[in-house]
C-alpha cells in the first residue's frame, strides 16, 4: 500500500470512529454572567464542533441583553434561565439539577458525561473525540480536561489549567506549561496523558454519577478554586482526574474577574484556605495551616509595600474570613476525611513551589523534578 492510500485508510478509519461515537450522551453546559459579546464571538464554534451534544446555556440573571441575543441569534440553543446570580460553582449546580429533573420528568435518559465550558473558550474540529473515547475505555476516570492554550497566543499555555494541575505542599496551584505567571510555549513537551489532581473549570469533562458522587461543586465558594477542591474530593474517594492533551482548546481568560483584581485576591485565599481544611489529612492539617499563616501575611505585606493596598486588604480580609466560617465545615472535613484510603495524597508535591520558583529559579513543569 502506497503512503497516499495509508495516509487516506487512516484518516477514513477516523471519520468511522468519530461517526461512531454517540454525542448525544454530553450536555455541554456554557455559564454566563453578562457575556452576550462572548457568546457571539465563541458560541458558533461550539455549536459548530460539538454536533450530537447538547449544548445549553445557564445564565446567572445577566442583566445586559444576553439571553434575548440567544433566543434571536441560537435558537436551537437550551437556555437555563437561573434567579439570581449563583457564582460560578452554585450556578453549575443549579444548571446541573435543572438538566436532571427535566428529563426525569419528560422521561429522558441523563447524560452520561457533562462539560463544564467557559464561555471564551474556542474549540477545534474534533476537540470532544479523544475526551469521550478516553472517558469510555477508563471507568476509573471521573474528571479529564484537553490542553489549554491562551486564544491570544495560540502557541503559548493558558494560565486557567494549561495541561493540568497540581497542588504543592502548602496549597499552592500549579500546572503542566504554567508555574505562577509563567507560562511556557506548547512544543508538544507535555503530550503525554497525565494523571493530575485538578482540571480546570475553563474546560473540565465529568462523568455525571461522579459529580454528584463527590459532592458537586461546594457553591459557598462563589468563584474560584472551586474545581480544584471538587477535582481533590474526586481523588480522595478513589477516581482519577487526567489531562488529554490530543484534544486541545484555547481560552481568552480573565472575561469576569480580570488578574490583579482584590475581589479575585480575596477569593482565590479565603477558598484556598478553606479547600485545604477540607481536604488536607489530619497529619498535615496543623502544620500546613501554620505555615500558610506566615505566607499569607508575608505576601500582603509584599503587595502593600508594591503599592497594592487594595490585595493587601483582601488578603487580611480572606484570612479573617475563613477563620470566621471555618466552622461551617466541619462536617464536610469529617465526612471527606471518611473516604480516606491514605493519609498521603498521590498528586500533591512534598516540596515548596515558592522556594522552586523564587529561589531556585524553576519555572518550568519539567525542572521541578
Known amino acids: 500500500m502506497t503512503e497516499q492510500a495509508q495516509q487516506l485508510s487512516l484518516f477514513e478509519q477516523e471519520s468511522q470512529k468519530q ?8 450536555a455541554i453546559v456554557i455559564l454566563n454572567w453578562n457575556g452576550a459579546t462572548m457568546l457571539e464571538h465563541y458560541l458558533p464554534g461550539v455549536l459548530k464542533y460539538s454536533a450530537g451534544a447538547e449544548v445549553i446555556v445557564a445564565d446567572n440573571a445577566s442583566t445586559d441583553d444576553s439571553v434575548k441575543m440567544l433566543k434571536r441569534d441560537f435558537p436551537d440553543v437550551r437556555i437555563i ?9 452554585g450556578g453549575y449546580n443549579q444548571a ?13 435518559k441523563s447524560p452520561e458525561y457533562y462539560i463544564l465550558l467557559n464561555s471564551d473558550v474556542r474549540v477545534e474540529e474534533g476537540w470532544l473525540q ?9 471507568p476509573e476516570v471521573a474528571v479529564c480536561q484537553p490542553k489549554i492554550l491562551s486564544d491570544v497566543f495560540p502557541t503559548r499555555f493558558e494560565y486557567a489549567g494549561a495541561c493540568g494541575g497540581f497542588l ?15 507560562t511556557e510555549t506548547d512544543e508538544g513537551q507535555y503530550n503525554d496523558v497525565k494523571e493530575i489532581l485538578w482540571a480546570s473549570g475553563a474546560c473540565m469533562m465529568v462523568r455525571s454519577q461522579d459529580y454528584w458522587d463527590a459532592g458537586t461543586l461546594d457553591r459557598k465558594f462563589f468563584a474560584h478554586q472551586e474545581e480544584i477542591d471538587f477535582c481533590w474530593r474526586v481523588n480522595i474517594m478513589g477516581k482519577k482526574v487526567v489531562c488529554i492533551p490530543s484534544s486541545k482548546v484555547y ?53 502593600l509595600l508594591t503599592g497594592k493596598f487594595g490585595d493587601f486588604k483582601a488578603i487580611i480580609k480572606a484570612r479573617r474570613d475563613f477563620y470566621k466560617w471555618k466552622t461551617e465545615f466541619a462536617v464536610a472535613r469529617r465526612q471527606i476525611q471518611a473516604l480516606r484510603q491514605s493519609n498521603q495524597d498521590e498528586h500533591i508535591s512534598n516540596f515548596s513551589i515558592l522556594k522552586k520558583y523564587y529561589i531556585f529559579r524553576k519555572n518550568t513543569y519539567d525542572k521541578l523534578s
Not at 461517526?19 to 454530553?26: G, P
Not at 479523544?130 to 477508563?138: F, I
Open 81 to 89: 434561565p437561573l434567579s439570581r446570580n449563583w457564582g460560578f460553582a
Open 168 to 182: 504543592d505542599k502548602y496549597g499552592y496551584p500549579y500546572c503542566r506549561g504554567r508555574i505562577f505567571n509563567t
Open 130 to 138: 479523544p475526551l469521550v473515547e478516553y472517558m469510555d475505555q477508563h
Open 19 to 26: 461517526e461512531s461515537l454517540d454525542f448525544s450522551r454530553i
Open 251 to 303: 481560552h481568552l481568560g480573565g472575561g469576569t474577574l480580570p488578574k490583579g483584581n482584590p475581589k479575585k485576591t480575596y477569593l482565590n485565599f479565603r477558598n484556598n484556605l478553606t479547600m485545604l481544611y477540607k481536604n488536607l489529612p489530619e497529619n498535615d492539617l496543623k502544620h500546613v495551616m501554620r505555615v500558610r499563616c506566615w505566607l499569607d501575611y508575608i505576601a500582603a505585606f509584599k503587595e
Open 96 to 108: 446541573f439539577k435543572v438538566i436532571e429533573t427535566t428529563n426525569e420528568r419528560e422521561n429522558k
